[in-house]
């Protein structure tokens, strides 16, 4: 398993100093994906939010590759954390390319002359995201999917070795949903970056989760290996739905159905 990147302790998250969670404990380690799952409202964007150092915490800690996380200048604290909200605006007429260089931001400043790190940080960011053949099209002209994938590029090349997305599936079709974590895999995998996700679908997050946090009534519910944590109970607590679990024997992928009071009609 590899090194822990992010960790909070007893973390308290909330709103003008409402809070929304209490006691939460995570982790998430270089390599691994960590999806946080639970039901609407139940403060998995205030929890991105907080580990991500846009939201102060109410109580606890929050370490970045072993930092308190107050301890880092905003600059420097996007170096090693990017962070990719549900929705983002972009100045409109805004092409691929250059909103992919905003990620570079984070370590030349707006106003510093690009160097041939910052060159060979956004190809790659284009590159692993699918978006090279979009780098010179506006933003404003994309489909849905394709502009998703420009924006993790941009987060991307900020080269950070801990990545939060809140909800990045959203807009997309079925297709692109799993391309864009296909991607955030190989990110895991194979450049061994802590990636910590939110996700609705239940599906998606047996399939590509390594660890899974279920978030639930002011704190968290259940937390570990995605096995050990998405079983039938577990998910009746959580969001009031029973339903299946089983392991596709072709793929090893971990699939949850819902359970329905009626049969579905005969063909
Ligand atoms: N800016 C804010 N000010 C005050 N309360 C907020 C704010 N943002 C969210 N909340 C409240 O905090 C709670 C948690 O919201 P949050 O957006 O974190 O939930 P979530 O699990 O991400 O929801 P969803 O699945 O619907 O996106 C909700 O009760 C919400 O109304």
Not at 210 to 233: H, K, M, R, S, W
């Amino acid at each position: 398993m590899g090194d822990v990147r992010l960790v909070a302790k007893d973390l308290e998250v909330g709103h003008g100093g409402r809070p929304v969670l209490k006691q939460v404990d995570l982790s998430l380690r270089a390599g691994s994906i960590t999806v946080l799952v639970g039901p609407n409202g139940c403060g998995k964007s205030t929890l991105l939010r907080t580990v991500a150092g846009l939201l102060p915490a109410l109580g606890g800690e929050v370490r970045v590759d072993d930092a308190p996380l107050g301890s880092f200048a905003r600059r420097t604290l996007s170096q090693r954390l990017a962070f990719l909200p549900q929705t983002s605006q972009a100045p409109a007429g805004v092409t691929v390319r250059e909103l992919v260089r905003h990620g570079r931001y984070a370590h030349r400043g707006a106003l510093a002359r690009h160097t041939a790190d910052d060159t060979e940080a956004i190809d790659w960011a284009l590159d692993v995201t699918d978006a090279a053949p979009l780098a010179e099209r506006r933003l404003d002209e994309l489909s849905g999917g394709e502009r998703q994938r420009a924006w993790l590029a941009m987060v991307l090349a900020q080269r950070a070795g801990v990545l939060l997305l809140d909800e990045p599936t959203t807009y997309l079709d079925m297709r692109h949903q799993f391309e864009v974590l296909d991607v955030v895999r190989r990110l895991a995998r194979e450049h061994g970056i802590a990636v910590g996700v939110v996700l609705h679908d239940l599906m998606q997050a047996a399939a590509y989760a390594d660890d899974v946090v279920v978030v639930a009534d002011g704190g968290v519910a259940a937390a570990g290996p995605a096995g050990d944590v998405l079983t039938p109970e577990v998910i009746e607590r959580a969001f009031g739905l029973r339903v299946s679990v089983v392991r596709d024997p072709a793929t090893g992928y971990l699939a949850c159905f819902p359970q329905r009071s009626q049969a579905p009609a005969a063909s």
